[in-house]
């Protein structure tokens, strides 16, 4: 059974950092894509990053680029996604999702998502 589960959201105050974590189970790394993406309040979905399953490159949609950084590890079965310089329009609930490509980051090409970790940013 795929499940995706993310941890590691909180408050942090604009300017902080922070690293979510993605822990895979029910298939290895190399199988999907992973993506994460964003919901706020208010706001439609938004990819904001994804890893390669087939080859670790990287994607990183315009918003986010500089300050998010996204990585796996595969003894851990686990996806990172790396906040920096937090703004305040980062806060959101975060997920991640595997889908079979990376697939330009949106939505609608991912099958299976977590439930979310909440990052709230404010000083």
Do not use: M
């Amino acid at each position: 059974q795929v499940q995706l589960v993310e941890s590691g959201g909180g408050l942090v105050q604009p300017g902080g950092s922070l690293r979510l974590s993605c822990a895979a189970s029910g298939f290895t790394l190399d199988s999907y894509s992973i993506g994460w993406f964003r919901l706020a309040p208010g706001k439609e979905r938004e990819g904001v990053a994804c890893i390669s399953g087939s080859d670790g490159k990287t994607y990183y949609t315009g918003s986010t680029k500089g300050r998010f950084t996204i990585s796996k590890d595969h003894a851990k079965n686990t996806v990172y996604l790396q906040i920096d310089g937090f703004k305040p329009e980062d806060t959101a609930s975060y997920h991640c999702a595997a889908g079979d490509t990376c697939g330009k980051v949106v939505a609608g090409r991912y099958d299976y998502w977590g439930r979310g970790t909440q990052v709230t940013v404010s000083s």
